[in-house]
């Protein structure tokens, strides 16, 4: 239901203040509007239009009756207009703005009023256009654009409110910031655009030659000069307004440019490409950001899978390549000396995380494009200090093997993530690390954010593993590789060996002996092809949907079958699963092979806890063969599925019980009575394989499965619903 305003009063009748009053106006959201205008004729354009339906010829009544008031006026005037209203302004009427500069606005209304009114709450629309006036005005103008308020400490929660209520009736995507934050980054993303484009036009209309220049420009030119036409006056007031944000981002920009100059000066191609690679990087991740999709924006948005019930899978697929080893790919390939070639590279948001990350740490990396990527190495001691926290997205993998190649640089860095990642232990790969000699804070009860300060001397250390763990062994060798003498590590149990075989083959000596691996720190790696083999947790779902469908058969390509990762198979097989690898081959150090699945019953098994940590991330959709299976499926020693994204143990408990199994957890595992599913509802907690794992199991349900929280899935299988709809599942998106 929209929010309701008696009176709204709108001062200033231009594009931005007549596109809020007639959008508010059209959706119902005012009884009466009011414009005012110092413009006689801009207020008999908007009574004709339909944009107001009063114009206030005595300012002091229109204040006086107004409920809510926006100040829809230039910033440089915007205390002045202040000031008149001051007088006449009700105890309970809510102001706000809509200037771009808020430390101006807000600076104005402390002169104005002695302290910030309660019931004021100041904002900024993020859209506009070239066109100015009350004509330009448009009801769509907000629709799909970002209103930032800033609210102050005093701000009255109810006024503010009611303001973000009536941004989002116009269609607005509304955010709260403080006011330096909203006026550096408005600076940065709207001011120097169009300092530059004003300077850039007056620039070239100085040329002599300058009538050919603008006969012949292209789009680029048009494209980025367009704002040059937007109103000079609006914007000699705002770089007034925003005075020291815009300079400070000036000068960076300046300095930047200057950098830019000497590479071309020096015909440095290298330096070159760095600068391009990120701008290009940079502006493929604001256009995610446009369409909802990039990896830095916060999963708030429920989307949901529904899945109608029945069917088989068929056909012949090749899934996502392998996630693990892509992360991997790009760390060695940064640290490697020369050009590193790598194919099949997952292009999840999770993967492109760490891929932009070493590119804040000055890597050059070309592509992805198609799953290729190129990867100009700086070697061991190569990397600079990033310009900010590095953001891992939803990756606990990338952020604990960070932490390991990180503790021994001579930079501090922080590692951020989203949500779900700020909630998972990361204390387990710090204490290691603080035994080596690594200064490693970590945040509230051990999570994220991790703050590593740079230049520590780090020493070897034999690490006997309290629990398997591929990211706790892999993080202790990577610090290893910077420090003085050998590192062991010893683990309790087999895990995957990604990251000893990658050293492999990018030319640093690991030595393995049964469960301990063994590095000797000061080495050099070399740059190598690497091609990444298609993720067995991601064909794991089509196993399963192919085991537990009647009439299925289904050939997924060129998986990796890594010793240390087959759990999900030797597991399957167990069950009676019909499960036949053929093309076995060695790709780069890694074993791959082509893997047909038909159905045949399953049946409950007691899961060999020695196949545990083979598994671990697979458990979830293996959790549903066990609900199709015959007869009592039992996993234990699988505790560290509770601190996954996700405590995937009750997650698969508690969305299994919903869909009518008989389920109960343990401590370190579950109890599964087989036979079927039923239709229903289940939340996958924003865990990206809890919500594959249901999409599965509408195989075998008696009515439609509704899927809740499945964002994230793309950040470990960006074409996990294509896939799933080419080979029979009858899944769609909603939210």
């Not at 009756?65 to 205390?79: G, H, Q, R, T």
């Not at 088989?312 to 070639?341: W, Y």
């Not at 740079?454 to 593993?465: A, E, H, P, V």
């Not at 030319?507 to 080495?523: K, S």
Request: glycine share 10%; hydrophobic share 40%.
């Amino acid at each position: 239901m929209n929010p309701q305003v008696d009176r709204l009063l709108v001062i200033g009748l231009g594009l931005i203040g007549g596109s809020f009053a007639l959008g508010l106006k059209q959706r119902g959201c005012c009884r009466t509007v009011i414009g005012y205008n110092r413009n006689q004729d801009t207020l008999d354009k908007g009574l004709r239009l339909g944009i107001i339906d009063e114009a206030a010829t005595d300012l002091e009544a229109a204040v006086r009756s107004a409920d809510v008031i926006m100040l829809a006026v230039p910033v440089k005037v915007m205390e002045s207009v202040m000031a008149q209203i001051s007088p006449w302004l009700r105890s309970d009427t809510i102001l706000t703005d809509a200037g771009s500069a808020k430390g101006n606005v807000v600076r104005a209304a402390e002169q104005v009023f002695g302290e910030i009114p309660p019931l004021f709450v100041p904002g900024h629309p993020i859209a506009g256009s070239e066109k100015s006036g009350v004509t330009a005005a448009k009801s769509d103008l907000y629709e799909r654009h970002k209103v930032i308020l800033t609210p102050l400490a005093q701000t009255d929660r109810n006024a503010l409110k009611l303001i973000h209520s009536l941004w989002e009736a116009l269609g607005a995507e509304v955010h709260h910031m403080d006011v330096p934050r909203h006026d550096e980054v408005l600076a940065a993303t709207s001011h120097l655009p169009h300092l530059l484009a004003f300077s850039l036009v007056n620039t070239l209309a100085n040329d002599r030659e300058n009538r050919d220049i603008f006969r012949y420009a292209a789009g680029g030119f048009r494209d980025f000069t367009r704002i040059a036409a937007s109103d000079p006056i609006m914007w000699h007031d705002i770089f007034l307004a925003n005075r020291d944000a815009t300079l400070k981002v000036l000068d960076e920009f300046t300095d930047g440019l200057a950098e830019l100059r000497d590479a071309v000066a020096r015909s440095d191609g290298e330096a070159m490409l760095g600068v391009f690679t990120r701008a290009k990087s940079a502006r493929d991740h604001f256009t995610k950001i446009l369409s909802g999709t990039a990896y830095s924006l916060p999963m708030n948005d429920n989307v949901i899978f529904k899945v109608q019930p029945g069917g088989k899978v068929q056909g012949q697929i090749r899934v996502a390549g392998d996630k693990s080893m892509s992360h991997r790919s790009i760390m060695l390939g940064a640290l490697a000396e020369g050009v590193t070639d790598v194919e099949g590279f997952l292009e999840g948001e999770d993967a492109l995380a760490t891929l932009q990350a070493f590119r804040d740490m000055g890597v050059v990396i070309e592509g992805p494009t198609q799953g290729r990527v190129r990867i100009h190495g700086v070697g061991m001691q190569g990397l600079k200090q990033p310009p900010g926290p590095l953001y891992l997205g939803n990756s606990g993998t990338a952020m604990r093997l960070f932490a390991g190649l990180l503790a021994g640089q001579d930079f501090d860095t922080e590692l951020t993530g989203d949500e779900s990642l700020s909630k998972r232990p990361m204390e387990r790969v710090a204490e290691p690390l603080r035994q080596m000699g690594a200064w490693i804070v970590t945040g509230p009860e051990g999570c994220p954010p991790i703050k590593i300060v740079g230049g520590q001397s780090l020493k070897g250390i034999d690490y006997q593993m309290p629990m398997a763990s591929a990211q706790v062994k892999s993080c202790v060798l990577l610090a290893g590789l910077y420090s003085d003498g050998e590192t062991s590590t010893t683990e309790p149990a087999p895990t995957r060996d990604h990251t000893e075989r990658m050293l492999t083959g990018f030319g640093y000596p690991v030595e393995c002996d049964g469960a301990t691996a063994r590095v000797q720190g000061g080495g050099k790696m070399t740059a190598a092809k690497i091609d990444v083999p298609a993720d067995i947790s991601s064909a794991a779902f089509f196993m399963v949907a192919a085991s537990i469908a009647p009439g299925s058969d289904l050939l997924l390509e060129h998986v990796g079958i890594n010793p240390t990762r087959i759990g999900v198979i030797n597991i399957l097989r167990q069950m009676g699963a019909d499960l036949t690898l053929s093309n076995e081959r060695d790709v780069g150090g890694e074993p791959v092979a082509d893997i047909r699945i038909r159905y045949a019953p399953l049946k409950g098994i007691q899961i060999p806890e020695d196949q545990v940590p083979l598994a671990i991330d697979e458990f979830p959709v293996l959790f549903i063969a066990a609900a199709c299976a015959e007869g009592t499926t039992i996993l234990t020693g699988a505790e560290e599925l509770r601190v996954k994204e996700s405590d995937r143990i009750q997650a698969m408990v508690d969305g299994l019980s919903a869909l009518g199994v008989q389920v109960e957890g343990t401590p370190d595992g579950a109890i599964i009575q087989g036979g079927g599913l039923q239709g229903g509802r289940v939340n996958s907690l924003g865990d990206h394989r809890i919500a594959m794992a249901f999409a599965v199991a509408g195989l075998r349900a008696e009515g439609e499965i509704v899927i809740d929280d499945c964002a994230n899935v793309a950040t470990s299988f960006p074409n996990f619903v294509e896939l799933a709809k080419q080979v029979g599942l009858n899944l769609r998106i909603g939210g």
